[in-house]
Structure formats: C-alpha cells, structure tokens
C-alpha cells in the first residue's frame, strides 16, 4: 500500500486545516487508518484512528475534541479535519495503514506509512 498525505501547512492558532490521505490500495476498506504526527525532537505520537469502515473512531487526548478523523472508501481516501489548531499540534503528520479489526494507536500497530506533511501552527 503506498499512501501520501497532503493538506500541511503554516496557519496561526485557533484556525483549521483538513490532511488528506489517498492510498493506492484497491482493496483500501480492507485497512484501518491512522494519523500519527512526530514534532522536532520528540517521538511519534498517535493522533488518531478509524476501523475499516468509519464506524469506530478513537483520538488522543490532546486532540479530543478538536481533530476528527474519517474516510471515503470508494475514494480510497482518509481526512483529518483539524479545528482549533495550538502551536502545540506543530509537527510533521503521517497517515498510516493496518490490518486487522482493532483500532492501533502505537506506531508498531501499522503497516504502511505516508510521506508526512508539516503543519506548523504559528501563536
């Protein structure tokens, strides 16, 4: 499975961005998805996920809230609509692909990672 996400940008606090990930899979709704995002310095922490057909959805935390996670299978695509952005969220975002029915939130959990796209929130 090959996946690239796209949509990063430099926006100030309190805006929105939506990432996009399209995978070339065409068995995609086979997969659950993941976003996953690594800050300078820091380790890669999960974001969020949702099973094979968009029915369970589960977030950290920090994002709670604020970041929903979905997709389109007839467009083998997945979405990560990021409102009430922090500087905090500032990092490098990945999407990433699993088998299985269970929702993974640690990276070793997937199979196929994206290229990564750079959201940095300005304060």
């Known amino acids: 499975v090959q996946l690239q996400a796209s949509g990063g940008g430099l926006v100030q606090a309190g805006s929105s961005l939506r990432l996009s990930c399209t995978a070339s899979?065409?068995?995609?709704?086979?997969?659950?998805m993941g976003w996953f995002r690594q800050a300078p310095g820091k380790e890669r922490e999960f974001v969020a996920a949702i099973n094979w057909n968009g029915g369970s959805t589960y977030y950290a935390d920090s994002v709670k809230g604020r970041f929903t996670i979905s997709r389109d299978n007839a467009k083998n695509m997945v979405y990560l609509q990021m409102n009430s952005l922090k500087p905090e969220d500032t990092a490098v975002y990945y999407c990433a692909a699993g088998l299985g029915l269970h929702i993974g939130v640690r990276p070793y959990e997937y199979n196929y990672w994206g290229q990564g796209t750079l959201v940095t929130v300005s304060s």
């Open positions: 899979e065409r068995t995609f709704s086979n997969y659950r």
